[in-house]
């Protein structure tokens, strides 16, 4: 260990250096140190430009989210439009026996029974109808029509079973009606070309 002593006044004495000061100033100091402040520079900046990129990517992977999303909607509807398309071309392949269907119905439905909707999906053909209320004779009625259709060679060929699903009365102003809906399970032989 080294002591100094400085015999000057303090008036004329150095002040004494800080140690950021007594730092050596060499070229080769000032060199690192710039290279280190650049290097840190650089890295921040790389940093900030990978920032950027990755909220674009994020932003990107949200827009295509929303579109796969529309797309999937899409292909769903798309799928239904052709399965209703598909039972739609069978229904005109068929429309001969389905005439003849019509027909069939027309010709077995009884007297005070009518139909007031005929509907087709790929479960079934669905009948409702009404009946005029009778004394409890518009459930021979309709039961009568139903033993009748499934008497009936050319609708066996077609329907394999038929099942009340549903009776019920209503009033229409004075006039008591039973309103029925009847489910017909198709046969293999209908999807035949």
Not at 6 to 22: G, H, I, T, W, Y
Not at 50 to 66: P, T, V
Not at 111 to 135: F, P
Request: aromatic share 4%; with cysteine; charged share 25%.
């Amino acid at each position: 260990m080294m002591i100094t002593i400085n015999l000057l006044p303090e008036s004329f004495r150095r002040p004494k250096e800080s140690s950021v000061q007594q730092f050596p100033r060499s070229p080769l100091a000032v060199v690192i140190i710039g290279g280190l402040v650049l290097m840190l520079v650089g890295l921040g900046t790389m940093w900030q430009l990978h920032q950027a990129s990755l909220a674009k990517l994020r932003g990107r992977l949200q827009s295509l989210h929303a579109q796969k999303q529309a797309v999937d909607e899409l292909r769903a509807s798309l799928v239904k439009l052709r399965d209703e398309d598909q039972a739609f071309e069978e229904l005109n392949r068929q429309r001969l026996r389905w005439a003849r269907m019509l027909n069939i119905l027309s010709d077995v439905m009884p007297e005070k029974v009518w139909l007031t909707d005929l509907s087709y999906d790929q479960r079934g053909l669905v009948v409702q109808g009404s009946a005029l209320a009778e004394s409890g004779q518009e459930m021979v009625r309709i039961g009568r029509f139903v033993q009748d259709l499934k008497a009936s060679p050319e609708v066996s060929a077609i329907i394999q079973d038929i099942q009340i699903e549903s009776i019920k009365t209503v009033q229409d102003h004075q006039i008591e009606i039973v309103e029925f809906t009847l489910s017909c399970k198709l046969t293999g032989q209908v999807h035949a070309s």
